[in-house]
């Protein structure tokens, strides 16, 4: 038995004396989560957003049009690479889901 291997099983020993969970066994038992990115690309003509369910259409009005001389409602980019014909239209998740929640339930008048 080489030096690092006694080492190891000397290690693994205290640590289970003291309790320690190997971290395999920690987590062996977590389900995966999807992560939530920060800014979601405009879905294509025809599909709807996979986060909120809104038509292409919907989303650039959300992110275009200004209310009584406020910002739009929820934020936008627009993303083009030096040289490109064509960009991409970002939209800020957090914003979009936030207007979302601001949305009276339905069956109720604003």
Known sequence: MTLAMKRRSRTALANKQAGVRQAEDATRNIAP????????????EGRRCA?????????????????????PP????????????????LINLESLLEFIEKLPPPGRAA
């Open 74 to 89: 929820v934020k936008g980019r627009y993303f083009k690479r030096p040289g490109a014909k064509k960009g991409s239209i």
């Open 33 to 44: 989560t999807p992560t939530r990115p920060l800014w979601i690309k405009l879905p294509p």
């Open 51 to 71: 986060w909120s369910g809104y038509a292409r259409s919907t989303l650039v009005d959300l992110i275009t049009e200004e209310t009584d001389g406020k910002a």
